[in-house]
């Protein structure tokens, strides 16, 4: 099977900077989700089934949500877990993958290291405004559903993948299938008829999507549900169809809220007729980490990057807001900078 739907000439030059000694390392960004961590831990069993020396680097632990996807077939290691183990992988790394980030300061902690390394650097990545000055190879592409579908185009011309990707191990179909899953929400936004057609060859492959959509979404804890059902019990619907949940400090020691838990819940507002974008907020250290959601027509983009100090996907962005700038750390004064921030965006456009 040759990939005709697409057609990248640094393909080629990524396979030839991995040779049989290469020390390569997959870092991903802050937080990581599902498709960080989907697309790093299936290149890096790619790798490590072609015998060579590969390991992911994420800034902070997995969500025991997608623990599944650590198989413990490579290494995978966390900055904020054992910062000498990283360090010393890093210093003595050969080759260095960056995937689902566009630029080095989404690596959070690992920022400044990252930007002094030498060795070559790859970016693989569907967000907007890639860095391209910082690496040496930039795939980037935005019109594909997530860094997990870039991926498994990547390696179906990988050595010895075609013509058929039978030699596609079992577990990298896995992890690229959950990866575009959980971007796209499972199949809900930021679908392209290529998206549709990864997912049928890993089926045809043999990948079992009923228990990788068990994995990510039947597995949760109790309090995980209970919190949904305060956030939407609280949820703001604001003028210009804006809804609007917040996640504090007081509420995530309420329901022992672990990292990961409120994945998804920005999306749930937009089942409202007249909800035009949905904002949702979480506490952290001395700033509001956002997420926005938008209906077509409405860019969570750009108001993401106007308002939020952040940007993404025409409909799915991200960014923060220090309590600085919204006057203290209160979930009311937060909700009168949304506000006033979605007022004034509405008004414009």
């Given at each position: 099977m040759e990939n005709t739907i697409f057609s990248f000439r640094q393909t080629g030059q990524i396979f030839r900077m991995i040779n049989d000694d290469t020390v390569v390392t997959l870092v991903s960004h802050t937080h990581p989700d599902g498709d960080a961590i989907g697309s790093t831990t299936a290149f890096a069993q790619w790798l490590s089934y072609t015998c060579h020396d590969a390991a992911v680097v994420l800034p902070d632990a997995v969500p025991q949500s997608l623990s599944f996807l650590d198989t413990g077939f490579t290494d995978l290691l966390t900055y904020d877990r054992d910062r000498s183990a990283v360090e010393s992988r890093l210093a003595r790394t050969d080759l260095l993958i960056c995937m689902d980030f566009n630029a080095f300061s989404r690596a959070g902690d690992l920022c400044g290291i990252l930007c002094g390394m030498t060795c070559p650097k790859i970016l693989i990545d569907h967000h907007l405004n890639p860095d391209r000055d910082s690496f040496d190879v930039v795939i980037s592409k935005t019109d594909i559903s997530s860094t997990s579908e870039l991926t498994f185009w990547i390696l179906a011309n990988a050595p010895g993948m075609l013509p058929d990707l039978g030699n596609m191990p079992h577990g990298v179909c896995e992890a690229l299938l959950a990866g575009m899953t959980t971007d796209t929400n499972n199949f809900a936004n930021s679908v392209y008829p290529?998206?549709?057609a990864m997912a049928s060859k890993l089926l045809a492959l043999g990948v079992d999507r009923d228990g990788v959509l068990s994995r990510i979404y039947n597995m949760y804890r109790e309090n995980r549900l209970r919190l949904m059902g305060e956030m939407l019990t609280g949820m703001k619907i604001l003028p210009h169809g804006v809804a609007c949940m917040i996640l504090d400090t007081d509420t995530m020691e309420k329901y022992d809220f672990r990292d990961g838990e409120s994945e998804g819940f920005v999306?749930?507002?937009?089942?409202?007729a007249d909800v035009r974008m949905s904002i949702f907020l979480k506490a952290d250290r001395d700033y509001w980490r956002v997420s926005v959601r938008s209906k077509a027509g409405t860019s969570?983009?750009?108001c993401a990057k106007t308002y939020f100090n952040g940007g993404g996907h025409e409909q799915a962005a991200g960014g923060k807001i220090f309590y600085s700038e919204a006057g203290d750390g209160t979930v009311q004064s937060a909700l009168r900078f949304?506000?006033?921030?979605?007022d004034e965006f509405f008004s414009r456009i």
């Open positions: 290529s998206t549709f999306n749930m507002p937009l089942a409202i969570a983009n750009l949304i506000e006033k921030a979605t």
